[in-house]
């Protein structure tokens, strides 16, 4: 199985600072025949399942701030959110679909200071 | 937009088999492209893809899970369906129906949890 690791952990940012989460695979997730990386990131809030934020690694889902943006170095990748806002204190995974079993990160918490 | 909803027990006995259904509004189940899938969330822990139904009724499981789970279709309810067995306390989580297209997931229900104990 490809290994999603993340880190850190958890995250204590004061409101309007910059976030970022990152994740390593275990493995390249890129598909070199579309140049494409198969990895999404994902939010999720106390009690609601996890929301697509992030696919392709850097392509926003329709509807998400544009304070959200993922970057990708080889098998490494970032989930960055540019001026953190009171509404980003969730729990946030990645997740590869290169290879199946498809599998997640193990979560980074994000709390307010 | 597209909406799931799980339903099914909450609590089971030890090496029973856990039936769980994801019903779909808003667009078909059969429609060209999708793949439905389930995915579970152990408490305090991360989470783990279950595996998925295509449109036209092909399955893949997580080899992890592959002798004790079926995936099925009902198209004339447009519904979905898990069916775990042998279950064990590891079986315990939230699960989630899903629906992607490639890889990942657009559309989530909003989890039931399932607790295994006797």
């Known amino acids: 199985d490809i290994v999603m690791t993340q880190s850190p952990d958890s995250l204590a940012l004061s409101l309007g600072e910059r976030a970022t989460i990152n994740c390593k695979s275990s493995q390249s997730i890129l598909y070199t025949s579309n140049n494409k990386s198969y990895l999404a990131w994902y939010q999720q809030k106390p009690g609601q399942p996890p929301k697509e934020l992030i696919y392709?690694?850097?392509t926003r889902e329709s509807g998400v701030p544009d304070r959200f943006s993922g970057s990708e170095s080889g098998t490494d990748f970032s989930l960055t959110i540019s001026s953190l806002q009171a509404e980003d204190v969730a729990v946030y995974y990645c997740q590869q679909y290169y290879r199946f079993p498809y599998t997640f990160g193990q979560g980074t918490k994000l709390k307010i200071k | 937009q597209v909406q799931l909803q799980e339903s099914g027990p909450g609590l089971v006995k030890p090496s029973q088999t856990l039936s769980l259904t994801c019903t779909v509004s808003g667009g078909s189940i059969i429609s060209s492209g999708y793949f439905w899938t389930w995915i579970r969330h152990h408490p305090g822990k991360g989470l783990e893809w279950i595996g998925h139904?295509?449109?036209?009724?092909?399955?893949y499981y997580n080899p992890s899970l592959q002798s004790r789970v079926t995936i099925s279709l009902d198209p004339s309810k447009n519904q979905f369906s898990l069916k775990l067995s042998s279950l064990s306390a590891a079986d315990t989580a939230v699960y989630y129906c899903?629906?992607?297209?490639?890889?990942?997931?657009?559309?989530w229900g909003q989890g039931t949890l399932v607790t295994v104990s006797s």
């Open positions: 392709w690694a850097s």
């Open positions: 139904i295509s449109y036209s009724g092909s399955t």
């Open positions: 899903a629906r992607t297209t490639g890889g990942d997931f657009d559309s």
